[in-house]
């Protein structure tokens, strides 16, 4: 294996679900031999068809289960290109030393870009004039539109989405609050408030960006929307449970809320077409979107390079930085060396037996690196060219050891 893009010719790369073809060409520029399918794979064929690929590329739609990587004893490293890994046993993926790799921030622009039209939306009420002018209504009126420009916008969790909002409101004239748990740099002149009640009662546009974890659940409730300015819009396009939709639309009819755009909700369709009932449906000033906040052209082809980018990077220097089930290590190579890489089961004594072979093999170390979750210990060292083969062979030989390669 090779430790420069361009000469990693004998790793065989499976690509499921038609994945973006940014990824094929990165891996294909480095040398690696693509197949590429258009669908997901059911568990029995996905056990045969891993036998002897080191790569595997999914979407979110094909189920990789303990039985399904049973027999995939090449497998290196298993990439979901999308955001969620709930469809891969994770345990049993770091249990076998199979790092997996996701794409958590290429479509976080997007994201940004939807609320930003939204807000713009909500203040000229489009979503109703649209919606009059296809029925063959004309209602020219200005009641109750505003311009964005110099209104405050809260943005509830300043993460990777939050913070770009904030700073392309900003460029809108918009002033830019907002309020997260964690100690956030604000961008720009964005401010920071101590309490989601401060922020609800001084924005007249909130919008949210928070994962979702049991604080979040339902963080929007009755007395929350009740907190927030009269005629002021709420917008959503994080997770579905963060806001209780049926207060929202209650609240929304009554008129104590100028407007809302929701592109996530509690439950939603598994499948296009499908029907789809919400209380929010008719209720005043509101835009409904079918969870499409993330799915832009950009955010695919960047998702595609992003997650072929971790898994190359992991193939050619044993970087895990990103990997969801793996410790996460990174160590710069040195001149001159091999690298060898090692995946062990964590249970003592592994370290005494590893350092007893590059004792015994009279092996000089020039810099490496251990990681440890609870269940394996990862290793990278970078060692003398003409040693590295015998310790590789003597640490793989471990009867810890789950995987030892080495890079040249
Ligand atoms: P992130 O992890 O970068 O940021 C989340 C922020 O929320 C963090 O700063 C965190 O400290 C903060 N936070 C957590 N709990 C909080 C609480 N109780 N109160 C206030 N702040 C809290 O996440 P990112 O990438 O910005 O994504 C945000 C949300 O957007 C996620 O729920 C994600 O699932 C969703 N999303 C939706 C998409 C769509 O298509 N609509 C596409 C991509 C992401």
């Not at 007893?356 to 092996?363: E, F, K, N, Q, T």
Request: hydrophobic share 40%.
């Amino acid at each position: 294996m090779s430790g420069s893009q361009g000469n990693l010719g004998a790793l065989r790369v499976l690509l499921l679900e038609n994945i973006h073809p940014s990824a094929h060409e990165m891996f294909r520029a480095a040398g690696c031999e693509v197949e590429a399918l258009s669908g997901a794979l059911g568990e029995e064929a996905l056990r045969e068809k891993l036998r002897g690929v080191h790569i595997l590329g999914i979407r979110s739609k094909t189920r990789v289960t303990a039985s399904a990587l049973s027999e995939a004893n090449d497998l290196l490293a298993l990439g979901c290109f999308c955001i969620g890994t709930n469809q891969v046993d994770l345990g049993v993926a770091n249990a076998r030393g199979v790092p997996v790799f996701n794409a958590p921030f290429s479509n976080t622009r997007s994201v940004a870009e939807l609320i930003i039209a939204e807000v713009v939306m909500l203040a000229r009420q489009l979503g109703d004039r649209i919606r009059e002018m296809h029925t063959g209504e004309w209602k020219k009126v200005a009641t109750g539109s505003v311009e964005v420009r110099g209104k405050t916008l809260g943005i509830v969790g300043y993460g990777h989405i939050g913070s770009q909002v904030g700073v392309l409101a900003e460029a809108m004239g918009m002033r830019v609050v907002f309020y997260d748990v964690a100690t956030r740099l604000p961008m720009g002149n964005n401010r920071p408030l101590e309490s989601l009640e401060a922020l609800l009662e001084q924005s007249d546009f909130v919008t949210l960006h928070v994962p979702e974890t049991p604080q979040t659940r339902g963080m929007m409730g009755p007395s929350e929307l009740a907190k927030m300015k009269n005629g002021a819009s709420l917008l959503n396009a994080s997770r579905g449970t963060v806001v209780d939709i049926e207060a929202l639309g209650q609240i929304l009819r009554e008129g104590k809320l100028g407007g809302a755009a929701v592109d996530v909700f509690p439950e939603e369709p598994e499948a296009n077409g499908r029907g789809f009932v919400t209380a929010l449906q008719n209720a005043p000033n509101v835009i409904l979107t079918p969870h499409i906040g993330g799915s832009t052209a950009e955010a695919q082809a960047s998702i595609g390079r992003e997650v072929a980018t971790s898994l190359i990077r992991y193939l050619d220097f044993g970087s895990t930085v990103g990997a969801v089930n793996f410790p996460q290590i990174e160590l710069g190579r040195s001149v001159g060396t091999h690298r060898v890489i090692n995946v062990h089961r964590n249970v003592p004594g592994v370290l005494r037996d590893i350092n007893r072979i590059v004792s015994d093999l009279d092996a000089n170390i020039h810099a490496q690196v251990l990681g440890t979750d609870a269940n394996i210990g990862y290793l990278i060292m970078d060692l003398e060219k003409d040693v590295s083969e015998a310790v590789r062979q003597a640490m793989s030989a471990l009867p810890t050891s789950i995987r030892t390669r080495t890079t040249y």
